[in-house]
Every structure is written in structure tokens, then in C-alpha cells.
């Protein structure tokens, strides 16, 4: 995976870049980050220095609105942590080290490096709200002038493996049931009974739900669906609806049983190469690695300027196991409407 800064022909760097020996650029707690930097001059430079910044932090902000009698107010909720910061020096001094400023003469020049990540690490995110964000930055620090920097994003993803987790093989089931109205206008009831096969999954795999609905009330149902952290009832009208949760864990190692090997699919998103960090064992399937399903977002920093090259638009990448087949409800439909009873 390489970042290529594009630097404007007129000026001394021609080019700026951040290669990484993993091609998606996903690492796990402990792995070792690997890769080169490659620094093309047409004309010899004075520095202090080439350093690369290896960062990993979390950031939150979000704002409410607040009423205190007739007066509305906005209260902003802010809050960081840092898991990871570390300078590795690849070319003259360290941030501020005394010393006379080297000059790098004219030519094309590749520095190596390698850094092991700290552990534990959570797992890199992003949202609307905040972002777990990993990232490497190469700055070329010119002394009374305009630093030249680059930056490339990496992901990390923990492992959780399903094999490790009690319950994780074991079958979930609820049920419950709801009556409309009251007093003289109570009808039948509307009940609902579910079950999972198990309760661990992975990103890919379907889950198959059995279930049984009974209405017994005079109402039409409107429709029964299936989400991903409930099943729901609604009948028409308003404030009637049934819901029955069942908590399931999404880990990024199948259990050895429940998913068999197979080829993953072909889509220029996905990538296999990384796959070994995620299945530790021969009998595991490989899996693939998907970005996010939110989409890239851009991640210029506070600290970044124009001239910061390199990542712009990122996403995270997560491990995928692909079934070859999309969740179906019973009669092929993603969602059905059920008839009046």
C-alpha cells in the first residue's frame, strides 16, 4: 500500500512517499508495522530532519441542546484518549535536538522502518460522533521554512475469536406477547417466538432466524421484520408494537464449525492477503477485508495544512467471511407483509 505525495514540479522535493509492506494496510494488536519511505530531492535540501509520527488516539464531540426555564442553550461534550505516539527519526535530528541542520544532497533516497504495536489496541472506527484513527505522518522539518509531510491511515482490528467465547455455540430463543387496548376494547393477544441456532457470528455470515407469530387480536398486522438487534411485530396503528431482543456476539474468527472454507468473492473491495492474522488455524476459511459500510470520510486534522499530502478520504477495513448468498426471509423476500389474520 503506498501514499504518494504529489508535490508541485517548481521546488526542490519531487517526491514523498509512505509505502506499507501489508497491501491493505490492516495490522492487529502486537503485529509489526513495516514498510519504506521514499524521498526524491532534484536539488540538495537543508533539514533538521525526516521523521515519521506513528499515532493512534480516540476523539468524541457531539452537542445537545439544553433548556433552563424559557432559555435554550447548546452544551458541547468533548473528550480523547491516546493509545499510540511514537517518533522514529529516519534521517538527521529528532524534535528538538540541538546541533547543526544536515543537507541532503540531490538523488533518490529509500528509508526503512518498523514499529511494533502496543497492545491491547481498540479496533479503528469512525463516525459522526468520533473515531478511533490510526495514522503514520512523514514530515520533513526545514528549518524557517514550510515542512513538507505526508500521511497515510492504517487500520487496526482486534481479534475476537468465537472459539474462545462461552455461549457463543448455543442456541437463543425468546418470546413474548402483547394484548391491544384494554377494558372493554381488549382484543387477543399477538404473540411472537423466535430462536437463533447460535449466538456467535462473523461479518458475512447469515443468520438464520425461526419464527412463529400468532395474531389473535382484530387488528391487521402490518408487517413482521427481522434487524440486527431486535425482532419486531407491528400491528396497524399507533404506539402497538412487539419487540423481543436476543443478544448475539459479531467476532472477526467464525467458530470452526459453523462456517466451511471457500473462495471469497472477487470484488476489487475486498482483499485476501491479510487473511492468516484472522484464521489461526488450517480447518479456519480465510476471510476477505470490506471497508466500512459507513463510507471514507475525510481525515485532515486540525494539525494537517495544505501542505500535507498523502491520505485524504479514508475507511476502515474489517474482516468479511462471504457465503456467496444474501439474508432472505422464508419466501426469498428481504421483507414481507404479513395478511390480515
Request: aromatic share 10%; hydrophobic share 30%.
Amino acid at each position: 500500500m503506498s501514499c504518494h505525495a504529489a508535490f508541485p514540479t517548481i521546488g526542490k522535493l519531487k517526491t514523498f512517499t509512505i509505502t506499507l509492506d501489508n497491501p491493505e494496510g490492516v495490522y492487529s494488536p502486537y503485529d509489526d508495522v513495516k514498510g519504506h519511505v521514499k524521498v526524491e530531492l532534484k536539488d540538495k535540501m537543508k533539514m533538521r530532519g525526516i521523521r515519521l509520527h506513528f499515532y493512534g488516539g480516540a476523539e468524541v464531540e457531539w452537542k445537545e441542546l439544553k433548556k433552563v426555564g424559557d432559555q435554550t442553550y447548546t452544551e458541547y461534550y468533548r473528550a480523547n484518549e491516546t493509545y499510540l505516539n511514537f517518533e522514529m527519526v529516519l534521517f538527521g535530528k529528532a524534535s528538538g535536538q540541538g546541533g547543526d541542520n544536515p543537507t541532503l544532497p540531490a538523488g533518490s533516497y529509500t528509508y526503512p522502518f518498523r514499529h511494533r504495536l502496543p497492545g491491547p489496541l481498540p479496533s479503528s472506527f469512525e463516525s459522526y460522533a468520533g473515531k478511533i484513527r490510526y495514522w503514520i505522518k512523514g514530515t520533513i522539518d526545514k528549518p524557517w521554512k514550510f515542512n513538507h509531510t505526508t500521511k497515510k491511515v492504517f487500520t487496526v482490528a482486534d481479534k475476537l475469536d468465537l472459539n474462545d467465547r462461552p455461549g457463543t455455540r448455543k442456541a437463543s430463543r425468546g418470546e413474548d406477547e402483547i394484548n391491544l387496548c384494554c377494558l372493554w376494547c381488549k382484543s387477543g393477544p399477538i404473540s411472537c417466538k423466535f430462536e437463533l441456532d447460535r449466538s456467535g457470528y462473523v461479518p458475512g455470515e447469515s443468520i438464520p432466524i425461526k419464527a412463529e407469530i400468532i395474531n389473535h387480536s382484530n387488528r391487521r398486522m402490518w408487517r413482521s421484520r427481522a434487524e440486527l438487534h431486535m425482532f419486531c411485530v407491528v400491528p396497524v396503528g399507533p404506539a402497538y408494537q412487539l419487540e423481543i431482543p436476543l443478544k448475539i456476539i459479531i467476532g472477526t474468527i467464525p467458530l470452526r464449525e459453523s462456517v466451511p472454507p471457500r473462495q471469497g468473492p472477487s470484488q476489487s473491495h475486498l482483499h485476501q492477503e491479510r487473511a492468516q492474522a484472522f484464521a489461526p488455524s488450517t480447518s479456519q476459511p480465510t476471510p476477505t477485508y470490506a471497508e466500512s459500510t459507513f463510507g471514507k470520510v475525510n481525515i485532515k486534522d486540525v494539525d494537517d495544512t495544505e501542505y500535507t499530502k498523502g491520505d485524504t478520504d479514508y475507511a476502515p477495513m474489517y474482516a468479511y467471511y462471504n457465503e456467496g448468498s444474501t439474508a432472505e426471509s422464508a419466501t426469498g423476500d428481504k421483507e414481507t407483509s404479513a395478511p390480515p389474520q
